[in-house]
């Protein structure tokens, strides 16, 4: 039921497995489709990751309080120590690391540590799983109380519409957790995970390889998740220098899922029982700015996430937000968004879905 933005998708193993084993049957060449202009090219040397010495691959050792989560990508990071072990880190560590062992854009990195920072953290630190004891860290009381950690933030990262999980009977699609939060979930596993080469530039990614960064080990018909066992591949490529994953190029994707699958725009949910979907009206929720239609168009449909992202932050006034909101604004003015009001909060009342924690209600 739940699905995770960072590199993520796989946290309920069981029903797991059969999902998994359907996408890992025929090896998954990344869509050919570029950002227009770039080539990304293929350099071995600057694109292995290094998976020895240091960053050989070291299991948690839970017992001594090390954390790992929902998102298979930061779980491997931290086993490999491009993150701290125990599975708490800084903004900053986690901007470099998923640039560095990813190729995640700056853009998109700097904006999901700024924002788990201030949902799931203090405004500095997060933890990529539960909350984190007090005894390991120094993580201090965050702006919503001691911080949950990612996965204690359902709806905000954490959201319905896995690649990965069942829904449930309150199935939510907001604004920002679905049409940017699952679908970054989708796009993540092929866009970062695929083994970059000469010949794939782009990338492939094959059974073997989604199955060690979703820590599954075992045969097709035995199939078996450790989890907090994911891991990067040996031999394994990162996206070309230069073909960094952006918030734009993330929405170029997102443009092109939406003109095959109409539905993936569709805002909205469940009115209280399973199969009562009802779309959101996006005119009246817009302020008339926007409509169905035009919500199609350009960058409309990133720029209203975003503004929904922004106006779900808790009103107050700190460091950690204040450096959010500026981000925020960094990435609508990228896109060339129309100029959004406040959006119209009382519609999401209608969705007993949208209204987990608060603080997410407007996503
Ligand atoms: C990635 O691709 C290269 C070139 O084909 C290959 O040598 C390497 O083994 C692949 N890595 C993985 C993890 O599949
Ligand atoms: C949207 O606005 C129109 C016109 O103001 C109104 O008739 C309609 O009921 C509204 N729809 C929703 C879902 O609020």
């Not at 029903?15 to 227009?36: I, W």
Request: hydrophobic share 40%; proline share 7%; aromatic share 10%.
């Amino acid at each position: 039921m739940r699905s995770q933005f960072l590199v993520c998708g796989l946290a309920a193993p069981a029903v797991a497995f059969p999902l998994l084993a359907e996408l890992a049957s025929t090896p998954v060449e990344a869509d050919k489709r570029q950002l227009p202009g770039l080539n990304p090219g293929f350099n071995a040397a600057a694109q292995l990751i290094d998976v020895s010495g240091d960053h050989a691959f070291t299991p948690p050792n839970f017992q001594a309080g090390d954390i790992r989560g929902p998102c298979p990508g930061l779980n491997a990071l931290a086993n490999h120590n491009y993150l701290p072990h125990n599975g708490v880190a800084t903004q900053t560590q986690y901007i470099e690391a998923t640039n560095k062992v990813f190729g995640m854009g700056l853009d998109i990195g700097a904006f999901l540590a700024a924002y788990a920072a201030v949902l799931d953290g203090d405004g500095l630190s997060w933890s990529i799983g539960g909350p984190p004891p007090t005894s390991l860290t120094s993580i201090a009381p965050g702006l919503l109380g001691y911080p949950q950690g990612l996965t204690g933030s359902h709806n905000k990262y954490e959201t319905d519409s896995s690649p990965t999980r069942a829904n449930n009977p309150n199935f939510w699609y907001g604004p920002f957790t679905g049409v940017v939060v699952s679908q970054a979930a989708y796009a993540f596993i092929y866009r970062f995970m695929g083994n970059k080469s000469e010949e794939y530039p782009m990338g492939i990614l094959n059974k073997e390889v989604l199955k060690s960064f979703f820590a599954i080990s075992g045969d097709d018909d035995n199939l078996v998740h450790t989890p907090g066992y994911e891991r990067i591949p040996q031999n394994w490529y990162k996206r070309a220098i230069g073909d960094e994953y952006t918030i734009p190029y993330f929405s170029a994707d997102n443009t092109a899922w939406i003109l095959k699958h109409p539905r993936i725009a569709t805002i909205g949910g469940n009115t209280g029982q399973t199969n009562s979907l009802v779309g959101l009206n996006i005119a009246n929720l817009t302020g008339g700015i926007l409509n169905s239609e035009t919500l199609l168009e350009g960058n409309n449909l990133m720029c209203l996430a975003f503004q929904a992202s922004r106006q779900a932050v808790p009103d107050v006034a700190t460091a950690a937000l204040g450096a959010l909101s500026k981000l925020t604004d960094g990435i609508v003015g990228s896109l060339a968004c129309p100029q959004l009001q406040t959006l119209d909060e009382s519609l999401f009342a209608n969705y007993p879905g949208s209204k987990v924690g608060g603080v997410a209600s407007k996503m």
